[in-house]
């Protein structure tokens, strides 16, 4: 009797893991299914996805919740960097889909896997990300990407399934969604062009409040420590105030920028935790830090993000870059007031006991109660030697 070869798929439920779990089955694969979730799914969503998976002919499926740990790993260090790829993108799929690997690598060497699947395309940043984490910690496990491999649409997936017995309704179809604790992805259709925005409907959070509401974010080292003066996790806090702020339907846009494999890439998302949060810390940094604090932090950060967008994550200068943005954040510690409005927010200000806007040394525009106008008038002078020398060697004009 022929033993089945063993492959472990990461699967979501949806059309392209769907598509994969048959097919794989098709070619005489025994396969096993692993959700990693990040924060997209509830409880019902759990139960649905694994009942889904056995009707598909899962042989064994489980759910791992690793949000704790994603935000542990991830996400904390993603605020400290105050990350927005192309001053827009909060990082909502690229970062999940690297502890996603991870944990489908850990589940295919416990049962002692012979390869490990994924759904991605192969015009897409995903299949690197993927890939990259499992050459790096299993080069002895095969990887297969059915989708990818068949260059196959998405329609094309649903009449396959049809043809073959599947006939779930696949809501949304033309759009490929991903949700997690840092935002969701809205790709297909719009996002395929250049000018074209994406539809109300296409968003998953409809617009259900219109009446402004001011909540409060409390820092501790950098961390959401507290929502509108309760305590709790920073990721229950995320998802607390996800809640409450994608209600107003914050935090929708496109984002354009270039893939890993070199193309220009759109993708709808809307992530109105993460970029209030992102904001608001941004907002206490600016009180409480040094301009040099500043400045590095913003050339690491964007780096940081750089990098774990292009699935490097398990690089050792990470961890490295983490540590520095770690040690800026001990000083991070405060209140930020937001007022939430219909598809979009202000901050209001801040309070903290490192607020730099002493007035004890002078207000900015106003008064200075540290220095005299004679010390201002040396600093101004001998601030200006360089250029003042330069223009004079020079005999530069600037008439």
């Known amino acids: 009797m022929t033993t089945l070869k063993k492959v ?21 694969y025994e396969v096993h299914t692993i959700l990693v979730n990040t924060g997209g799914f509830s409880t019902e969503e759990l139960a649905q996805t694994e009942k889904r998976a ?42 999940e889909r690297v502890f996603q690997a991870i944990e489908a690598v850990r589940f295919a060497k416990s049962i002692n896997a012979d390869a490990i699947a994924h759904g991605s395309t192969g015009a897409g940043n995903d ?22 491999d068949l260059k196959l649409s998405r329609q094309q997936e649903v009449e396959w399934l049809e043809q073959n017995g599947v006939s779930y309704s696949w809501q949304k179809a033309q759009y490929s969604i991903n949700k997690g604790i840092w935002g969701t992805s809205v790709g297909g259709k719009e996002t395929l062009t250049s000018n074209q925005p994406l539809p109300e409907d296409a968003f998953p959070s409809p617009l259900l409040n219109t009446e402004p509401r001011k909540v409060t974010l409390h820092f501790e080292n950098g961390e959401l420590v507290g929502l509108n003066g309760k305590s709790d996790k920073p990721s229950a806090n995320i998802i607390a105030l996800e809640e409450i702020a994608s209600a107003y339907a914050i935090g929708r ?34 009180h409480v830090l040094t301009k040099w604090q500043q400045y590095w932090k913003e050339q690491l950060g964007n780096w940081y ?27 991070v ?18 309070e903290s006991p490192h607020d730099l806007m002493n007035t004890g040394f002078g207000q900015y525009g106003e008064m200075n109660n540290a220095w005299t106008a004679e010390d201002a008038k040396g ?4 601030t200006g030697n360089a250029q003042a020398i330069y223009a004079q060697v020079n005999k530069e004009s600037y008439d």
């Open 127 to 148: 299949q690197i990300r993927f890939d990259l984490i499992f050459r790096t910690i299993a080069p002895q496990i095969e990887i297969i990407t059915p989708i990818r």
């Open 333 to 350: 510690n405060g209140t930020v007031t937001v007022t939430l409005k219909p598809y979009h927010f202000s901050l209001d200000g801040i």
């Open 54 to 95: 056995y009707e598909l002919g899962s042989a064994s499926h489980i759910n791992r919740d690793i949000i704790d740990d994603y935000y542990q790993k991830a996400i904390k260090y993603l605020v400290f960097g105050n990350v927005l790829k192309n001053n827009t993108y909060p990082l909502s799929v690229s970062a």
């Open 379 to 382: 600093f101004i002078k001998i």
């Open 8 to 28: 472990v798929l990461a699967y979501s439920g949806g059309l392209d893991t769907s598509f994969c779990l048959k097919y794989l089955q098709q070619q005489g």
């Open 253 to 286: 846009d496109i984002h354009v920028g270039d893939t890993i494999i070199g193309i220009k890439g759109r993708v709808g998302f809307e992530a109105a935790a993460p970029l209030i949060l992102i904001k608001a810390h941004h907002l206490l940094e600016k």
């Open 305 to 331: 993000g750089m990098l774990f967008h292009e699935g490097q994550y398990l690089d050792p200068v990470m961890r490295n870059i983490e540590t520095f943005l770690s040690d800026t954040q001990k000083n």
